[in-house]
């Protein structure tokens, strides 16, 4: 694997307001590859803002190290032995890595092209050619039209692309994006989130995408780590996170992506369920990638005469793969049913009997 672009090792960051401490970060290590999109999800307070400030050292770390592109920007060890770049050279630096937020932060006196074209200040270039970059941004956002309106005279999600355009004025490796679609409508979230999937895509921009919408992950990210008082519970591939939480929390966040919760909720509580005869079970069935394929349901009934009566199905597609769930009724002898149990474990699918036989 080849060296990420970005590596953060060991960070805590400790605040001491008035006397009192806080451990906004604690201990965290990520590295994020060349062309990842990488959620930080959590809740408000967990630390995620604090710890991607750090990338930029818009926040320096009390402890650990933040290698940018195997640069080292900051080394501080417990015993207080700092490295760090700085001046001039960190200016520079900082300029390579753009950044949005949620409340777009615009210059609300200046049109849209002059928002741009602020993030411009210290090229060097003649005004024409930073004028002709600017045209190509707002294309690149679909502002072309918008050049001389001015923020007040846009939308949310308008505003958050003049905030994308600026951003990217000085074509930068990496783009934090913090609480970029938190202000914003479901339509105009899933935009700019496919906006960012498409400069990933085509300029392989590495994304840092903080957030508290396991949905944003879903729709995005290639990996994700999940952020709690400072600590990353767990990290990994999005497929992974989502098919395998471990911790509560990201079962939780899960849980608020999909609303499967409620729907095993409600079926749960239904009459049916509620009234399940004697030798009939209620199951959960998940499965990723090809065991979606699989006629599953024909092969119960076919190979082990067990009727799987289906009551909830949903289909999600996550970096590219299916993961399904189904809520099923199982009705069999006995015998068939764990035979049928063990070819459903051959398949990779996970069984998990809510009521009935073994529950
Ligand atoms: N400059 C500061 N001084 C003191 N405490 C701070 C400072 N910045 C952040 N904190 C505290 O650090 C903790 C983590 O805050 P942080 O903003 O990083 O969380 P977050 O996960 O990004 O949440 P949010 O989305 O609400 O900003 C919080 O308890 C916060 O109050």
Known sequence: MT?????????????????????????????????????????????????????????????????????????KTNDGAATKIKGKELKEKRRKIGMIFQHFNLLNERTVEENVLFALENNKEKEKIKKEKVAELLELVDLSDRAKQYPSQLSGGQKQRVAIARALANDPEILISDEATSALDPKTTRQILDLLKKLNKQYGLTVLLITHEMEAVKAIADKVAVMQNGRVLEKGSTLDIFTKPQAELTKEFIATATNQDQAIQAITDSETVKNLPAGQTFAELKYTGNSTNEPLITSLYEQFGVVANILYGNIEVLQGTEVGSLLVILSSEKDNLDDALAFLASQNVTVNILKGAQA
């Open 3 to 75: 060296a990420p672009i970005i590596s953060l090792k060991d960070i805590d960051v400790t605040f001491t307001p008035k006397g009192k401490t806080i451990h906004a970060v604690q201990d965290v290590s990520i590295d994020v590859q060349k062309g990842d999109i990488y959620g930080i999800v959590g809740y408000s307070g967990a630390g995620k803002s604090t710890l991607v400030r750090t990338v930029n050292l818009l926040q320096e770390p009390t402890s650990g190290s933040v290698t940018i592109n195997g640069e080292t920007f900051f080394s």
